[in-house]
C-alpha cells in the first residue's frame, strides 16, 4: 500500500518521483492543470517545494501575494494543498489572468490583478499586508535595478515576520567553474530528456544575458534583502536556480 503524507488537512500520494513526473492525482479535487511551462527540468521539483513550505508554515487566512503568477500553476497546488489560504496573483499579461480568474472563479479568496513589475509602485493591491510573498521564475526578466525596486515594495507589503520567497536564476560568474555547470545540464538532460541551456562556454553563457534574461548574483540578492531589511538565506539551490527565503525583521 501506497504510504500517504500529510499537507495541511489533506493527505495525498507522494512517491518520490511525483515532482518528476508533475502527477498529483487526489490534491486536485478532481481538476487537472498541466504545468504551462514543461521543458524545465529543476521547476517541478523546486514548485513543490515552495508549496510545501507555504502550506505546512502558513495559518488559516494568511494572505499571499504571487508576483508573475501567470495561469496561476502554483496557485493550482496550493489549492490542493489548503484551501483556506487567501491569495492575490500580480501578472503582466492579461490573457493569463482571465485564464486565472476562470479558473478560479468562485474562490472569492483569490484575486487576479494586472501589474507591470518593472513599475511596480503603480501596482494596486487588495490588501494593505500580506504574510507571505513569492515570486517563480519572473525576476531574471528585470533589471538589477527593478529586482531591488521589487524586493523594497514587497518588504513594505509584508506584515512583521512575513516571508519572501524567491525561485528564480542566478548568475554564474566563475569561468573557471563553467565546465563543472555545463556537466549538471547536461545530467539534468539525461534524466528529464531536455535540458536547462545550452551554452557549452562560458563566453557563450555571458553573450545570452540581455535584459529580458538578466539573472542577478546570489550575492546582489543578500544586499538587496539586507537594505530592505529582511534577513535571508538559501533554502534550495540545484545548479543555477536558486530559492531564497527571506523574513522581515
Known sequence: MQEENTVGWKKFPHPPEVWIKRQYP????????DDPIKSHPTRAEQLDIIATVITETSSPGDRILDLGCGTGYLEHLLWGMREDLAVTGVDINPDSLASAAKRFAGRSAYHWIAGDLRMVDAITLPHNDYQLVVTCLTFHDLTNGEKQ????????????????????????V?????????????????????????EG??????????????????????VWFKASKMKSQVL???????IIAACKE
Open 149 to 172: 525596486a521589487v524586493i523594497d515594495w514587497a518588504s513594505a507589503k509584508l506584515s512583521t515576520g512575513g516571508v519572501f520567497l524567491l525561485l528564480d536564476r542566478i548568475r554564474l
Open 26 to 33: 487526489q490534491i486536485f479535487n478532481g481538476i487537472h492543470m
Open 236 to 242: 534550495h539551490l540545484h545548479g543555477n536556480i536558486v
Open 174 to 198: 566563475e569561468p573557471t567553474l563553467f565546465a563543472l555547470q555545463v556537466a549538471l545540464w547536461n545530467r539534468l538532460e539525461r534524466i528529464h530528456g531536455f535540458g536547462m541551456r545550452s
Open 201 to 222: 562556454t562560458f563566453n557563450a553563457y555571458e553573450a545570452n544575458i540581455a535584459p529580458n534574461n538578466n539573472p542577478a548574483r546570489l550575492d546582489d540578492y543578500c
